[in-house]
Structures are given as structure tokens and as C-alpha cells.
């Protein structure tokens, strides 16, 4: 790896488009960089030049799910409840089309299930992991503040919303069940209930 | 596989036994029957001899999990909120020691993480999440009933815990963060406001 150089911005691009196409067509566990190139118009050994391993590409991958993380998953909105909605859905069934959501959800799910075996991995997945908590707890602190949520602990809140929402993923690609819609629906009661004043 | 002799409970309770203490050492990825045999005082042929494949044995590890679940995981109590707060432990922390159920709620993940590609593993798993659903819609259901809890919905209720539940061992265990002690307090906080009377 070349860590004193800093990667081109397009290259970086191409890469990142490239990983997140090859990681919801064959998973983590069958991904390779060749299969990475592939997906994009550079070659295996750019990428390798530029990230060394496929560990290392994965590492900038999700890092990079965080830039804009913000701008994509929270609908722009003056109302609080709309925007914890349409986070939740956001988290839930993805911005685009129901197969690429679950492909997507399921490479996520193989990647933390190998955290704890890979310290890079474990690293960045907490850096996100709190990124995200802190983006949950502050709609809902926005929401309590313009008094259209109940006065209600906003941390501990968003850390049953996200926890549920991961669980229900992770539930959703490995049974028949339709979890992520379950839980949908269960969280629009419990909102109703908890939250909304 | 010999599918038409039925197992001897010996050998099962053995081979059990030898997969749980193998998948809490080695995890999923790196399983083998040669592995779990050495867990146990029979050797690779008898388990293949009575499962065949690896898979085959996991599949019925998955149902073994079930068996004797309400016993072992809910406590026996006649307070409702004890018994929800016992199960929703045991779930988070496991019966025994941290460490075991850490690399026992790793191996599960990746297991689950394996289901989407792999059939037998998520006709079985649905199975299982199915039954703990019940188990712990039932829980509430009683405290309900009894007048101890609100009256809340209970599936909903506990679709909401039990999916908040398998994300927070998902996140403990793929970030830095004792997530699911956060979840336990954040849970105190939610059943005091939505469920207890």
C-alpha cells in the first residue's frame, strides 16, 4: 500500500461504486479485487496499488458509507416526525430498490460478523456505529425541542430505534419472515405510544 | 446421511455438545466436522456416519437450541417484569460467562449471515425466531393479563425487544462499544414508560 500517497478522488470513486455494486452481487465471503475491478472500467492492479489488500478496500468502503451518511438517510423536513420516519424507513428498505436493499444489508451483515476477528474492521465499524447513534439521538432531541416529541431520554431512545432496526435486518435475510416490514410496523406503534406528543 | 434411522440420543446429545463448545472456539468460518469431533470422545466418522454434512449437523444444532429454550432462558417467576427483565438478560448476556456468549452470539451472526445463500440454515432459523417471538409475546401477554403491565401490544412489544436484542449483539460484538449493556439501560428506560403499570 501506498500510505503516504493520497488516492485520486476518481479512483477512490470508481472504487468505492465498484465495491458496493460487487459486495451486493456476490457477497463478502466470494469477493475478490478482480471481481471488484470488474464492476468498474480500471484494472485489478490499480486498485491494488492504490488499497493493497481487499481488507484494506473494504476498510475505505465503509468509511465512505458514512460521507453524505447525513444528506442521504435524513429526509430534509421541518417536522420531526417525518424526519424520524423517513430515516427508519431509509434504514430499513434502502433509497433504492428492494433487492439491492437486502444484497446490500446482507454484505453488511457478513462484513460485522467478521469484526470481531478483524481489528481494522471492528475500528471503523464502531466510528460509524456512533456516527449513526449521534444522527438518531439528535432527530429526536430536535423533535423534543420544537415540542412535537415527549419529553423523553433521546439517547437511550435512538439506541433502542437502531438496535431494532440492525436486529430486523439482520432477521429479514435470514428467516421468511417479512422483518423489516414487522418491525415497521411495530415501531409506528411504539412511536405513537413513546415519542409522539 | 441416514436420514431413515433416527438418530441415538447419546450421539446427539454428544455431537450438540461438541458443535456448541467447537462454533464458541473456532466460530463458523473456520468449522470443521474433524474440529467438532475432537470436542467430543467419538470421532469424525461417527458424525458424519449419523449427519453426513456439516451443514446437516448445524441445521440440527439450530433446532437444539430450542429445546428446553422456555426452561432455560425464562426465568420461573410469578412477577411479570422479573421474568421479562431475566429473559431479556440471559438473551444479552448469555447463562454462563461474557466470553462464552460472545463467541456463541458470534458464531449465531455468522451463521445467520450465512442463511440468505443457504436454505436449510434459514428454514430452520425462522423456525427458531418464530418460537422466541411467541415465547416473548407470551411474556408479556401474561404481565398484561395480570395487570402488571399496561395494556400494551404485546407482539409488537416484543418485536421491538427481540429485534433490539439481536442488533445490540450484532453491534457488541462488531464495535468497541458495550452495546449491549447500553441496550439493557436503554430497555430499563423503555418497559418503565410503555409497559409497567
Request: charged share 30%; hydrophobic share 35%; glycine share 4%.
Amino acid at each position: 500500500m501506498h500510505s503516504d500517497e493520497s488516492i485520486p478522488d476518481m479512483i477512490e470513486k470508481k472504487a468505492m461504486k465498484a465495491t458496493h455494486k460487487a459486495l451486493c452481487k456476490y457477497g463478502y465471503a466470494d469477493l475478490t479485487m478482480k471481481k471488484i475491478a470488474d464492476e468498474s472500467d480500471r484494472c485489478k492492479s490499480t486498485f491494488h496499488y492504490h488499497y493493497d489488500t481487499k481488507e484494506n478496500l473494504l476498510v475505505n468502503f465503509i468509511q465512505y458509507l458514512l460521507d453524505g451518511f447525513e444528506k442521504r438517510m435524513v429526509p430534509e423536513t421541518e417536522d420531526p416526525l417525518k424526519k424520524l420516519n423517513g430515516f427508519i424507513d431509509r434504514m430499513l428498505f434502502g433509497l433504492g430498490d428492494e433487492e439491492t436493499a437486502e444484497s446490500f444489508h446482507t454484505a453488511l451483515i457478513e462484513i460485522r460478523s467478521q469484526a470481531p476477528y478483524n481489528e481494522k474492521f471492528r475500528g471503523q465499524i464502531t466510528k460509524n456505529d456512533e456516527y449513526i447513534l449521534h444522527i438518531t439521538t439528535n432527530i429526536i432531541q430536535e423533535g423534543i425541542e420544537k415540542g412535537r416529541f415527549k419529553n423523553t431520554d433521546p439517547k437511550n431512545t435512538a439506541i433502542v430505534i437502531l438496535s431494532a432496526i440492525y436486529g430486523a435486518r439482520a432477521r429479514h435475510i435470514s428467516t421468511d419472515r417479512n422483518a423489516t416490514e414487522e418491525l415497521r410496523t411495530a415501531l409506528d406503534w411504539i412511536l405513537d405510544e413513546l415519542i409522539v406528543k
